[in-house]
């Protein structure tokens, strides 16, 4: 069977949604998409969650790889992943940037930490780096060597 060659989208639920929205926009610099609140019997079953009060954030990228932000109004989330990279499931999120040296120094005008300076891999194709932004999501941030 084949499941097909697109990813569509990847979801993350947040508990601050603003702050989280902020960071792929401003930041990372995704573009709004969309934002909607999903609240109807379609969502509830979907999501097997009663009164979800849905809100989806939809960022994408200049490639056309979104990032869906989830907020759930009626629960509180607890985060339930450290951003430990060596667990089970899903670790992180890659991401092919520009301007590396760029994109981390702003991230550290954030306030956001990275896990090591920045390193080029052993073939010299790639320099790259990991960073927890907000809500724990772990990000390896890729430039590119020509």
Do not use: C
């Not at 499941?3 to 639920?13: E, F, L």
């Not at 989330?77 to 760029?102: F, P, Q, R, Y």
């Amino acid at each position: 069977m084949v499941i097909g060659n697109t990813t569509r989208h990847v979801g993350i639920v947040v508990n601050d949604l603003e702050k989280t929205r902020d960071f792929w926009i401003n930041i990372l610099g995704f573009k709004l998409q969309i934002e909607a609140k999903e609240e109807s019997p379609y969502i509830d079953e979907l999501l097997a969650i009663k009164d979800p009060y849905l809100t989806t954030v939809k960022l994408i990228d200049s490639k056309g790889f979104i990032i869906e932000l989830l907020k759930f109004g009626n629960y509180q989330v607890e985060i339930s992943w450290s951003g430990e990279l060596k667990t089970t499931g899903l670790t992180h999120i890659a991401l092919t940037v520009d301007n590396l040296d760029e994109l981390v120094d702003n991230l550290k005008m954030q306030n956001y930490k990275t896990l090591s300076e920045i390193k080029t891999s052993p073939n010299k194709k790639v320099k790259v780096v990991f960073v927890k932004g907000p809500e724990s999501i772990m990000l390896e941030l890729v430039q590119e060597l020509r």
